[in-house]
């Protein structure tokens, strides 16, 4: 039962370059999110997919883009990475039940951009 | 906009004692409240949940309180012990599944 798998779990890029993080769920649920993580800013939406086919902007969606492959993944793509994308990169997927909407995270990708 | 404050970002706490963990929001529209504990180099998991219909919830060491007038609610960790160190994050959202917006988080440390 492996939930939310994000690969690569780390990465080093040079300014410009361009990298595809993927994500995939094995949960079957309808919802899946991007969030970067930096010291002291908490949990920060970039990108979620609240179905398949359809994708929203969240709170930092400026040099990124998205794709909802199909049910199971949800890539997030850096198309000309800089410095200020250094971060740690986490998927979640949920499926909100009762009113509860519970999500599960990936264990991250950390990504430094030289 | 922070939508989501959370205080203090970090806390020492004797093993044994209470941990406190305080978070305020500003959108009425919010009507659900998980917290989700996050250790070294792993992803957040959901801790407890709550949602506004009720002013308190327990699930073994873990209380949340809340309260609706004051668009606030707390996480407590009842004897607090070592393994209980780990960087907290409380969050809202409303109905559905739409994404929940996150405080900053806070830093625990459970000290012998």
């Known amino acids: 039962n492996a939930g939310v798998t994000q690969t690569p779990k780390f990465q080093v890029l040079k300014t410009g370059q361009s990298m595809t993080l993927q994500c995939a769920q094995d949960m079957n649920h309808n919802s899946m999110y991007w969030y970067r993580q930096d010291p002291g800013m908490g949990l920060r939406l970039i990108y979620y997919?609240?179905?398949?086919?359809?994708?929203d902007k969240g709170e930092v969606p400026n040099g990124y883009n998205v794709s909802r492959l199909n049910k199971r993944e949800f890539s997030l793509r850096l198309e000309s990475a800089a410095p200020s994308q250094t971060s740690v990169y986490f998927c979640?997927?949920?499926?909100?039940?009762?009113?509860?909407?519970?999500?599960?995270f990936g264990a991250g990708t950390r990504l430094s951009v030289l | 906009q922070q939508q989501v404050k959370q205080s203090p970002q970090s806390l020492i706490v004797q093993k044994g004692g209470i941990s406190i963990i305080n978070c305020a929001y500003e959108n009425t529209a919010f009507d659900y409240f998980p917290w989700y504990q996050q250790f070294p180099g792993k992803g957040p998991a959901l801790l407890i949940a709550i949602r506004p219909d009720v002013s308190e919830k327990k699930e073994g060491r873990f209380t949340i309180s809340f309260n609706k007038s004051a668009k606030q609610f707390s996480l407590h960790i009842m004897d607090s012990q070592p393994g209980d160190s780990a960087t907290y994050f409380c969050a809202a959202s409303s109905t559905g599944n739409t994404p929940l917006v996150f405080g900053k988080g806070t830093r625990l440390s459970v000290i012998a």
């Open positions: 979640a997927s949920s499926e909100a039940t009762a009113g509860l909407n519970i999500q599960y």
């Open positions: 997919s609240a179905s398949e086919g359809t994708t």
